[in-house]
């Protein structure tokens, strides 16, 4: 799987937007890219996920550049209960061996500030 | 109220005394997974499992063992062999993997594991 570049940490103004950027510049055609998240003693969180189109749920929004090289998660109104750090994790759409893990970097520490 | 469970949420382990982890998912999910995840640090997969009564091991299987007798139920037993088992257990699930493709894991809230 592709390497993932995040900041260490980034600041946020509850009720702003979070952009939180990956750089994924060796990534190959059948990756994917996913996004989680994991709040202090918890469990990491599935937030979203996409292959080269903008995605958007309940939680986010997802931008890949066209040249699928970097992405954004984008948290549209992020409030206190955002404080996580965030991991961008580049994945191979079909399974081979060795490839079940999940391969979670350093992320980005996300603070949202009152 | 579909998810994945993991209990208890601390366990506190003697030298020398094996300890079993639990994990069920009510999702229906076929495959499970168990990873270890230490301070500051990433996720390292321990066993993985696809389908019921199969498993296989990950990267740091030594010193663990796992069992895949039901669907649903992927317990983890550390055992007296695992000289550093203090770390935070995380147990995950995806829906079939045998079809090639790989789908989205989803994980329980975590096991902290501390030894006396």
């Known amino acids: 799987d592709a390497k993932t570049t995040q900041p260490p940490s980034m600041d946020c103004a509850e009720g702003r937007a979070a952009n939180l950027p990956c750089n994924h510049s060796t990534i190959s055609g059948n990756e994917y890219v996913y996004w989680y998240r994991q709040i202090h003693s918890q469990g990491p969180q599935y937030i979203i996920h996409g292959l080269k189109n903008n995605e958007t749920n309940e939680m986010a929004s997802l931008i890949i550049t066209e040249d699928r090289k970097s992405s954004t998660l984008i948290l549209p109104h992020a409030t206190l209960r955002d404080t996580a750090v965030y991991y961008c994790?580049?994945?191979?759409?079909?399974?081979?061996?060795?490839?079940?893990?999940?391969?979670f970097g350093k992320g980005t520490k996300l603070s949202v500030i009152p | 109220d579909g998810g994945i469970t993991q209990s208890p949420k601390y366990l506190f382990r003697k030298e020398g005394q094996n300890v079993t982890l639990s994990c069920e998912q009510n999702?229906?999910?076929?495959?499970m997974y168990w990873y270890r995840q230490d301070p500051g640090q990433g996720l390292r997969l321990i066993y993985y499992s696809q389908i019921v009564n199969d498993f296989q091991k990950g990267d740091i299987a030594e010193g663990y063992s796992v069992s895949r007798e039901k669907k649903e139920s992927f317990p983890l037993t550390v055992t007296s062999a695992q000289k550093n088992p203090t770390a935070f257990y995380l147990c995950a699930s995806s829906p079939n993997p045998l079809a090639g493709y790989q789908e989205t894991q989803y994980f329980g809230p975590g096991t902290r594991l501390l030894v006396l």
């Open positions: 999702l229906n999910h076929d495959a």
């Open positions: 994790i580049v994945r191979a759409a079909y399974s081979g061996a060795g490839s079940y893990q999940l391969t």
